[in-house]
Structures are given as structure tokens and as C-alpha cells.
């Protein structure tokens, strides 16, 4: 994982023409963004979520481990008909909402009213490796393309392989509780739906 700077993730973020939620006097308007490693590889939490915003006029970050790749289990036998989803990187304003995962315990899910969701690329190919192809590109808001904590409390080299058809996984169960207390302080002061930002290691050019 890396971990930019709030200028730089603020510049990366512009660059692209993406919203950035930055009012002083608004605490807990939470930029929340996925950074890929910029060598994909599945079964591995080699990924960032950076959730960074202002209290009381000053920025405060906090970076986390995770992985925004499906399992290798799912890459080699998809469960979904078209193949199993990789989130395209992109901003997917306001496309998110707390409810529970699965009818199991809160996490930050995709809102199915918004009226466009997510995009993701579809894998059907079988080979346990991850390939991102345009033509196979699909949207929707009832994907399922959630940020959760893996199936066991577990940690980064919990031996279960079958945590993710696409969804962004933490593997520490301390650092999702964290990540989820600022979604509920977000929802109970500002709005009850959520950007999610997901950008490249690329991106960052060396320049971290």
C-alpha cells in the first residue's frame, strides 16, 4: 500500500476533474479513496483506502490495508452468469449508503436508488488472473460492489480465499470498525450517501 499526502490526493483527485469535499467549517465530509496497486494481484492486500477530511478547519487522514481484487476462488469459477466484477477505477458520486452486507452487519454498500451505481469490468475467462477489458464494462447500482470487512475476523494473511467477488475487503477488523465510526459520524451530521473514489498507484507517478 501507499500513502500520498492529502495535497497530493487532492491534486491526483483535480487532475482528473473528480470532487473534492473541502469545507472548513464542515467536519466529517469524508473524501473516501480506493488506491489500486498498480500491479494487479488478487489474494493479496496490497491496496490502500485513504478516508481523509476536516475537523474543526484542519485535515486528518487515515490510511488502511485492503484489496479492491476478487479472489482468485471467483476469477477461476464466477458465480455471476457474465463473469465476476472488477470495480473500474473511476469516482461514484454519492453512490454509496450504510446498510447491511449481506443482512449480516453494517458496511458501506451501494445505494439502489442511485441512478447510475457502479462500473466493473467482467472476468469470465477462468484463468485466475485479473484482465480488464473494455468491451466487458457493465453499470448498475445492484452489483453488489461493496467496502467490507472479510467473512472472519481475521487478518492481512487470513488463509480464507473466498472474501471478494469484487467488493473492497479490509482484512483487520479493528481498522474497518474505525473506518465505519466516520461513515456514521458522515451520515448523522452531513448526508446519508457517500462518494467512493477509486484511483491507480499509477496515478501518483512516483511523486508520493
Not at 447510475?116 to 453499470?139: A, F, H, I, P
Amino acid at each position: 500500500m501507499i500513502t500520498p499526502s492529502i495535497p497530493r490526493l487532492i491534486e491526483v483527485m483535480l487532475s482528473k476533474e473528480y470532487q473534492v469535499y473541502d469545507k472548513l467549517n464542515l467536519d466529517y465530509n469524508l473524501n473516501i479513496v480506493g488506491i489500486r496497486n498498480r500491479n494487479i494481484v488478487p489474494e493479496s492486500f496490497d491496496d490502500t483506502l485513504v478516508v481523509f477530511h476536516r475537523f474543526q478547519g484542519y485535515w486528518r487522514a487515515f490510511y488502511y490495508p485492503v484489496t479492491t481484487d476478487p479472489s482468485v476462488t471467483y476469477l477461476i469459477s464466477p458465480l455471476h452468469p457474465s463473469g465476476t466484477a472488477i470495480l473500474k477505477e473511476g469516482q461514484y458520486v454519492s453512490a454509496y449508503t450504510i446498510r447491511p452486507h449481506k443482512g449480516k452487519y453494517l458496511a458501506l454498500c451501494q445505494d439502489y436508488d442511485h441512478p447510475t451505481g457502479v462500473k466493473v469490468y467482467r472476468n469470465n475467462t477462468g484463468s485466475g488472473t485479473l484482465l480488464l477489458d473494455e468491451n466487458t464494462v457493465e453499470s448498475g447500482s445492484r452489483i453488489g460492489i461493496n467496502i467490507h470487512k472479510i467473512s472472519k475476523n481475521g487478518s492481512e494473511d487470513d488463509s480464507t480465499r473466498d472474501y471478494s467477488q469484487g467488493c473492497t475487503i479490509f482484512a483487520n477488523e479493528r481498522h474497518f470498525q474505525e473506518f465505519m465510526l466516520l461513515c456514521t459520524l458522515a451520515a448523522e451530521t452531513i448526508a446519508k450517501r457517500f462518494t467512493y473514489t477509486l484511483l491507480n498507484e499509477a496515478d501518483f507517478t512516483d511523486k508520493v
